[in-house]
């Protein structure tokens, strides 16, 4: 060791905590965080090797499922969220997939919110069905609907708060109750709350999954994601599956994604108060049908939104009185926002969910979760508000 002590984060506040959190230090003592860009490792001796797959000597064996630059992002994310343990994978989808994966076998049930990603759609309503596991999905913001949905054989209830791509609020310390009750677990998919506005687990949620491609990187990089939990449902329904069938993160992308934890809560905090600049901006403006922004007043779900989130978040939903027309001239119009379907990126992004990704869906299932043929997503990025709020204005005089 060339450090003085490791410093014991645990104590320490979340801004610290991003920075120092999960350093494992190698023998040369490096200051950043090291890239161990290695499938494997090497044993001073057979017996050392013998010790070490039995888990009766401590290290790495495969980089599969351990590597010490994965390990740091694993433990500085684990510190972040206030979970006890953390597994990284290689995109969002493959933590949405395999945290559910885990959770259940042929014969069971799940039950989730019909307003989200999606990719998350098609694991619970096309794909988990193939394997025998049925599902149930409900409009996540009727407490009413998740109970009638319940089975004896309902083991996940899935869900997304705010919602992709209009920013609904589910009330997770309500459905965490109703799934406990019926003895079933809660997931919760965090990635637009990020860590920092809203924490799931001490909502009463039991596995929350990240897209570390989005805020986390937060620099339109990579691709990463994570499955956090208590330690027992970690070993218990995710750390086997992981291990045995390899959706692992690679090392480098893991080494950019806790770089980016570094400068996570600045760029959040900056890029959420041009967010609530631009939706107040916005509200009200001609051709502007309306503004969704959680910690606005008119916000249809304001007060469980500020009860569960610390803050309305980086993405506006701005919903345009011309359908798609309008959409397309309003956002073809604007030079600095970027066309784009990332989100939680440094450069703002607008994306027309109804033609990218939502276009999958049938026109009447998308107006069933509120999408409409006028609604833009906006992810808004770290320039300065005012040349936003010039470029956005450009889009306005575009409708005509
Ligand atoms: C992007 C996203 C995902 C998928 O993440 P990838 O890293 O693109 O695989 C899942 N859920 C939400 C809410 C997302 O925004």
Redesign the pocket.
């Known amino acids: 060791m060339t450090e003085k002590t490791p410093l014991d984060t645990s104590k320490l506040r979340t801004a610290t905590r991003v920075v120092h959190g999960g350093t494992l230090r190698s023998q040369f003592g490096e200051t950043s965080e090291a890239l161990f860009l290695t499938q494997g490792y090497v044993y001073e001796s057979m017996e050392a090797a013998e010790a070490r797959f039995k888990g009766e000597a401590p290290g790495f064996l495969y980089s599969r499922f351990s590597n010490p630059t994965i390990a740091m992002f694993e433990r500085r994310m684990a510190e972040l969220e206030g979970a006890e343990s953390a597994r990284a994978t290689g995109?969002?989808?493959s933590a949405?997939t395999f945290a559910i994966m885990g959770q259940v076998k042929a014969g069971d049930h799940i039950v989730a919110a019909k307003a989200m990603?999606g990719?998350?759609r098609y694991v619970v309503e096309e794909m988990m069905p193939r394997f025998g596991v049925s599902c149930t999905l409900v409009d996540g913001t009727d407490l009413a609907q998740w109970q009638a949905a319940m089975q004896p054989n309902t083991k996940v209830l899935f869900l997304?708060s705010p919602t992709?791509p209009q920013l609904d609020i589910i009330d997770i310390a309500a459905v965490a109750k109703i799934a406990h009750a019926g003895g079933a677990a809660l997931t919760v998919?965090n990635?637009?709350a990020t860590p920092l506005l809203q924490s799931p687990l001490e909502l009463g949620a039991d596995c929350v999954v990240y897209?570390a491609?989005?805020h986390i990187d937060g620099q339109g990089r990579c691709?990463g994601?994570v499955i956090l939990a208590s330690e027992a449902f970690i070993q218990e329904k995710v750390h086997n599956l992981l291990r045995q069938t390899g959706p692992a993160l690679s090392p480098f992308n893991a080494w950019v994604l806790l770089k980016g934890l570094e400068t996570l809560p600045i760029r959040v905090a900056q890029q959420m108060a041009s967010a609530a600049t631009i939706a107040d901006h916005l509200a009200g403006k001609p051709g502007v049908a309306r503004i969704l922004y959680p910690s606005r007043k008119d916000h249809p779900q304001h007060e469980l939104a500020m009860r569960q989130m610390s803050g309305g978040g980086t993405l506006v939903a701005i919903d345009l009185a011309g359908g798609k027309d309008g959409a397309f001239r309003f956002a073809n119009a604007l030079k600095i926002i970027k066309i784009s379907n990332n989100?939680g990126d440094a450069k703002s992004l607008i994306t027309h969910p109804a033609t990218t990704t939502h276009q999958r869906m049938a026109p009447e299932a998308r107006a069933d979760m509120g999408i409409g043929e006028g609604l833009l997503r906006l992810s808004v990025g770290l320039e300065d508000v005012a040349d936003l709020m010039d470029d956005l204005d450009r889009g306005l005089s575009a409708l005509g």
């Open positions: 995109s969002g989808m949405v990603f990719s998350c997304e992709n998919d990635v637009f897209s491609t989005k691709l994601g989100l």
